[in-house]
């Protein structure tokens, strides 16, 4: 069983759309951070949020950590093709335990 | 360029084979981690050293190995390969201090057993 459940898997949508990602369990995490992934790359890391309820935005990014620290979604407004990806969130059960991660979305912004 | 540098990009093999992946950390990085990655398991963490030191084990094979040499270098062992084992492996190191957590990556060995 995945410890991270992420939705939808797979999202194609046009340019200038919104939408929004989830990644969610039923553990309760430390911190919980997202990557996005580019075919024939590694993952590069986006956002790290640590409290429960805390909002976080990078560009047209919006992030957000659950109050009970056992979910997160992202948001982006107004979708670019640049936006494509697969995005992945990870999490730590307590400090210093590996990262766990979920399965991801992958998303595809049409022009 | 995330300062992490994975050799080889691709490797291709048949089973039963034993096969060296290479990972070399961000300049000052004292963690190295692994995780294999493939489509239907996503990204699962194989096995954590700092600095030199073995400090967690994850979803690996008893036919993988790793180790952290004292330049910090890593490399992943994989032996008696199967069919199963093709999938992409990545490297990350994790800095100490105010970016501990922060977890950058490789590009990435694809390796396909045939």
């Known amino acids: 069983t995945q410890l991270l459940e992420q939705s939808p898997q797979f999202l194609s949508i046009q340019e200038g759309e919104n939408l929004t990602v989830y990644c969610n369990s039923s553990s309760v995490f430390s911190s919980l951070q997202w990557y996005r992934q580019e075919p024939g790359e590694g993952p590069v890391l986006l956002v790290t949020?640590?409290?429960?309820?805390e909002v976080k935005k990078l560009k047209r990014l919006t992030f957000q950590f659950g109050d009970a620290r056992k979910d997160s979604s992202l948001h982006i407004t107004a979708a670019q093709p640049g936006d494509t990806g697969l995005y992945l969130c990870a999490g730590r059960l307590s400090g210093n335990t590996p990262l766990v991660f979920g399965k991801g979305t992958r998303l595809s912004v049409i022009a | 360029d995330s300062g992490v540098t994975q050799t080889p990009k691709h490797l291709i093999t048949a089973t039963g084979q034993r096969v060296t992946l290479r990972c070399s950390p961000r300049s000052g990085d004292l963690s190295v981690y692994w995780y294999q990655q493939s489509l239907d398991q996503g990204l699962q963490f194989l096995i954590h050293y700092y600095n030199g030191e073995e400090r967690a084990k994850g979803n690996i094979l008893e036919r993988f190995s790793a180790q952290q040499f004292p330049d910090l270098h890593s490399e992943l062992n994989l032996s008696s390969l199967e069919l199963g084992d093709s999938a992409l492996y990545f490297c990350?190191?994790?800095?100490?201090?105010?970016?501990?957590?922060?977890?950058?990556f490789g590009s990435g060995t694809q390796l396909s057993v045939l």
């Open positions: 949020v640590v409290t429960g309820g």
């Open positions: 990350a190191s994790s800095p100490t201090g105010t970016e501990f957590g922060k977890l950058f």
